[in-house]
Nanobody, 123 residues
Framework: VQLQASGGGLVKAGGSLRLSCAASGGARTNYNMGWFRQAPGKERALVAA????????YYTESVEGRFTISRDNAENTVYLQMNSLKPEDTAVYYCAATRWYSDYTRTGDYVYWGQGAQVTVSS
C-alpha cells in the first residue's frame, strides 16, 4: 500500500486546512487509517483515526472538536479537516494504515506510512 499525503501549508492561528491522503495498491476497505503528527523535538503521536468502513473514529484530546477525520473509500482517500488551528498544531503530519483487525489507536500497529506534510500555524 502506498500513501500520498497532501494539503499542508502555512496558516494563521484560527484558520483551517484540509489534509488528504490518497492510497493505492491495496483493497480499499482492508485498512483502518490514521493521521499522526511530529513536532520538532517530540515523538510522533496519533492525532485521529478512522475505521475501515468509516463508522468509528478516534481523536486525541487536544484536537477533539476542532479536527475531523473522514474517508471516501470509493476514491481511496482519507481526509483530516483541521479548524481553529493553533500554533501548537504546527508539525509534520503523516497518514498511515493499519490492517482492519488491528487496534487503530496503537501506533505500533500501523504498517504503512506516507510521506509527511508540513503544517505551520503562525500566531
Amino acid at each position: 500500500v502506498q500513501l500520498q499525503a497532501s494539503g499542508g501549508g502555512l496558516v494563521k492561528a484560527g484558520g483551517s486546512l484540509r489534509l488528504s491522503c490518497a492510497a493505492s495498491g491495496g483493497a480499499r476497505t482492508n485498512y483502518n487509517m490514521g493521521w499522526f503528527r511530529q513536532a520538532p523535538g517530540k515523538e510522533r503521536a496519533l492525532v485521529a483515526a478512522i475505521s475501515r468502513g468509516g463508522g468509528t473514529t478516534y481523536y486525541t484530546e487536544s484536537v477533539e472538536g476542532r479536527f475531523t477525520i473522514s474517508r471516501d473509500n470509493a476514491e481511496n482517500t482519507v481526509y483530516l479537516q483541521m479548524n481553529s488551528l493553533k500554533p501548537e498544531d504546527t508539525a509534520v503530519y503523516y497518514c498511515a494504515a493499519t490492517r482492519w483487525y488491528s487496534d487503530y489507536t496503537r501506533t505500533g500497529d500501523y504498517v504503512y506510512w506516507g510521506q509527511g506534510a508540513q503544517v505551520t500555524v503562525s500566531s
